[in-house]
């Protein structure tokens, strides 16, 4: 039985038969604005408060999350339905010349390997395991809004009695190439607002918690009494008063707020935070040849079919049928992860054929095997016979 593994944006997830989606599943995947129907947001541009970054304190997420995408207007362009034909894919194999070449590259690169066996190997046999991988890319774009505070130091503050703050998602922008990862800040006009600073509550100073307001401190010399201990004289560093002047506010008993540098109040506005990601989601066909799939991760295939649109459909009717579901597992999976917190502006899904051969060699009587994959003949040889100790490690 085939196994397939499915790698995630962010994790490998390994699913057999029971946890692939159901037909039913991938096809909601194919609808994939009901959820953005409403229209652009117009969800409140909520006042948080929010420090300014320059004051170090927390900038932590206090946005309002997952804005909903607006409905989307474009229209659908045309879907590449040409899966290729079955091609004689399985035969196709490298040549022993090629094998042993990558062999000999792979040894001379690796400092306790000896290279004599992949020069003088007895190749017994070739075995082509070329697999396909299939990837989708889905790249959205994310808004959110947070709320942003500055020093005021007067003049005009563009309010919302200006004019009506827009939505987040009726401002227009230049959207970064397709694909491609990119983040933009912008301050959202007409919601800017004078307000008390939260740290003094607009008093512009803060009591001195050392002397409670005071200004002044027990001194520590006669222990507030005013009096030398060993002689019946008034204290020398209080002039007997028992108290001294608190040297954490310099005795005037409050601070200047470091927030709002004494004045009492702060300027408000809102920022958007657009957010453009390649979401990525990978199937790649295993037939538990004993070679480690993972390692098909860095190496590149010869790409056989590519489709790009606004929204792609799961494959159907490719030759290698586990393709098909990989593809619509991959495409349900993003529809559940990215469409309800973000707007889905392009996707594109490939189907690649990696080269995999499995070569089986004779050495001083014994044989091993090695694998020889990609387009740019890597190799895995886990079993090479002239490892020197280092490589045990
Ligand atoms: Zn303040
Ligand atoms: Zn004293
Ligand atoms: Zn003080």
Redo the contacts with the bound molecule.
Sequence with gaps: MEQELLIGNESHVNYGTEHLLSLSVAQDALAPYSLSSGGPSTLPLELMDRPTEDEGEDTGNHGNEGLPPPADQLPQGEHNDSIPLQMDWSSLSISEHVAREALVQYTANKCCYRIAPAKHMVVQSLTPLNTFRYRLQTFTETRETFLISELYDGGFVDSSDVAPAPAPWAMLVDAPPLFTDCEMHIPVPHTYSVQ???????????RCHSCNGSGKRRCTACSGTGWQDTSNQSCLFCSGSGKRRCSNCHGYGWWQ????????L?LYHSELTITWKNNIAEYVVEKNSGFPIYHLQEAAGKEIFSDENQVVYPIVNFPEPTIDRGSESCIAQHQMQLASNSHILRQKQTIELIPLTKVEYEWRGKVYSFYVFGNENKVYAEDYPAKCCCSVM
Excluded: A, E, T, V
């Excluded at 008390?196 to 509550?201: A, E, K, L, R, V």
């Excluded at 707020?257 to 009492?264: D, E, L, Q, T, V």
């Design positions: 008390d600073c939260p740290n003094c509550q607009g008093h512009g100073k803060n707020c470091i927030r709002c540098y004494g004045k009492g702060l």
